[in-house]
């Protein structure tokens, strides 16, 4: 759900939002058949997701390089999600309803802004520290790049999800997930664009937090770990560390809990939750900073 409101920046923000998927800018092996027939509706896109950008560029290009997109495209990283209220005056009649729990869902008011985060390419490396990786393996996923640059773009600009691997794996085509075309990535490394030099990116479970750092609402971002867990949940989740404890040997109650984590985050990665009837649409928030 939504976690914050910024009423002096006029701005509500979200940990995720539903988009409808524009099959329109998809090759058409994506766009038509099976996989047309494959479209449910609405995909949930979530912080921290990894996705295609469409972006524009005066650059002539030849359309097989936009493959399986028909529009220009690069990965990023989805940091922050927000929408920009046209006045203030919006936002307090919005923190007025929260407390009464009468705020109205899928309120549509105001564009839906997503701050991202480059995954670069080879390509978008520069010739001289491009000359120092390995070679291109055909045989092997693409690698792309963990980065330390921002940039802020309309939610309408998504196309649709990537997965990364922190483990070199054999290449593969672009898979589909429920119609949308999503392609595989090898990612192990940083760049620094600043520091013009390649680094470890540290472990996968470890990323959104790092995207979190470069962030311009850091603020915002950091009320959303201060939210408690619901009782209910808690209460669940401790009696299921209880029994887990009680059938593990001595010197294994942490690794069963990192593999059940490890479980959860390989099902959710699986497939978008699909849901609603909008291009892009967020719920309204709970969390009021005036």
């Not at 483990?167 to 013009?196: D, E, K, N, Q």
């Not at 560390?241 to 010197?251: C, D, F, L, W």
């Not at 009837?277 to 309204?284: A, E, G, L």
């Amino acid at each position: 759900d939504p976690f914050h409101v910024d009423v002096s920046a006029m701005k509500s923000f979200y940990e995720e939002m539903c988009i409808i998927p524009p099959f329109d800018s998809y090759d058409n092996r994506f766009s038509t058949g099976k996989s047309a027939k494959m479209r449910r509706g609405q995909w949930k896109v979530k912080l921290g997701d990894t996705v295609t950008i469409t972006y524009e560029d005066d650059a002539v290009d030849s359309s097989a390089t936009h493959f399986p997109f028909v529009v220009r495209w690069a990965p990023a990283e989805i940091i922050s999600i927000y929408r920009v209220h046209k006045t203030k005056g919006l936002c307090e009649s919005l923190c007025e309803k929260l407390p009464k729990g009468d705020t109205q869902k899928g309120n549509d008011a105001g564009e839906i802004m997503v701050e991202i985060r480059w995954l670069y390419r080879r390509d978008d490396v520069s010739e001289a520290m491009k000359k120092k990786l390995n070679p291109v393996d055909s045989n092997e996923l693409e690698e792309v790049f963990e980065t330390d640059i921002v940039e802020l773009v309309s939610a309408e600009t998504i196309l649709s999800p990537i997965r990364l691997h922190d483990v070199v794996t054999p290449s593969t085509g672009p898979s589909t997930i429920a119609g949308m075309p999503c392609i595989h990535y090898h990612c192990s490394r940083f760049w620094s664009l600043g520091r013009r030099s390649f680094g470890p990116s540290g472990p996968m479970e470890g990323r959104v937090l790092r995207g979190r750092k470069y962030s311009a609402h850091k603020a915002a971002l950091s009320k959303l770990q201060q939210i408690p867990p619901s009782p209910a949940k808690s209460t669940a989740s401790a009696k299921k560390r209880r029994k887990q404890s009680e059938k593990a040997p001595i010197g294994t109650i942490q690794s069963v809990a990192m593999r059940d984590h490890t479980q959860k985050k390989a099902k959710t990665e699986e497939q978008p939750i699909i849901l609603h009837k909008t291009r892009v649409s967020c719920s309204d928030p709970f969390h009021v900073d005036v």
